[in-house]
T-cell receptor, first 114, second 115 residues
């Protein structure tokens, strides 16, 4: 069984400020973890993923996330927000190894204030 | 290379009707997954097909069904539509072999409205 909790359905930051989107997961097996972004009227685009190895994962558009097993967390960060970062972000988990279904969090809408 | 395509992009149906949605995966991908996205429930997994076989299934009633063809294209069908079926239906494709290199790529979705 696996689940994802995203803290905060809406987050607002000022342009140039740090972006921090929180994600905690639960998984009975070693997890694969993902962050996706969704722009209005579009599908989901993969930002980054953690499978094995280095716990700090760098993704596209300047985003990164750190896998912390002891805290069961996989928070998404970006040092400086841009207006173009305004979108909805989804954290997701699947079981490692053989293919397993992906479970998504409920999403966090990021608003960037000029 | 071309991404995941979904047709139609928008659909309006009335209660009791049935609907078929189509998804064409990225060339070479053998796995297709379907998700329902609603404001209240978020993204919920419907089912996944790999090499024409349903490999995983979510917790949806039997009104929701799917299939995959030999060219990996997939269709999902919803029969006896209910108002609550109004949603964005997303399709995602991947190689399907699992492991750290396998990644799902999403299509733009089909927006279904049930009146």
């Amino acid at each position: 069984a696996q689940s994802v909790t995203q803290l905060g359905s809406h987050v607002s930051v000022s342009e140039g400020a740090l972006v921090l989107l929180r994600c905690n997961y639960s998984s009975s097996v070693p997890p694969y973890l993902f962050w996706y972004v969704q722009y209005p009227n579009q599908g989901l685009q993969l930002l980054l993923k953690y499978t094995t190895g280095a716990t700090l994962v760098k993704g596209i558009n300047g985003f990164e996330a750190e896998f912390k097993k002891s805290e069961t967390s996989f928070h998404l960060t970006k040092p400086s927000a841009h207006m173009s970062d305004a979108a909805e972000y989804f954290c997701a988990v699947s079981g490692a190894g053989g293919y397993q279904k992906v479970t998504f969090g409920t999403g966090t809408k990021l608003q960037v204030i000029p | 290379k071309a991404g995941v395509t979904q047709t139609p992009r928008y659909l309006i149906k009335t209660r009791g009707q049935q609907v078929t949605l189509s998804c064409s995966p990225i060339s070479g991908h053998r796995s297709v997954s379907w998700y329902q996205q609603t404001p209240g429930q978020g993204l919920q997994f419907l089912f996944e097909y790999f090499s024409e076989t349903q490999r995983n299934k979510g917790n949806f009633p039997g009104r929701f069904s799917g299939r995959q063809f030999s060219n990996s294209r997939s269709e999902m069908n919803v029969s006896t539509l209910e108002l609550g079926d109004s949603a964005l239906y997303l399709c995602a494709s991947s190689f399907g072999a699992g492991g750290s290199t396998d990644t799902q790529y999403f299509g733009p979705g089909t927006r279904l409205t049930v009146l």
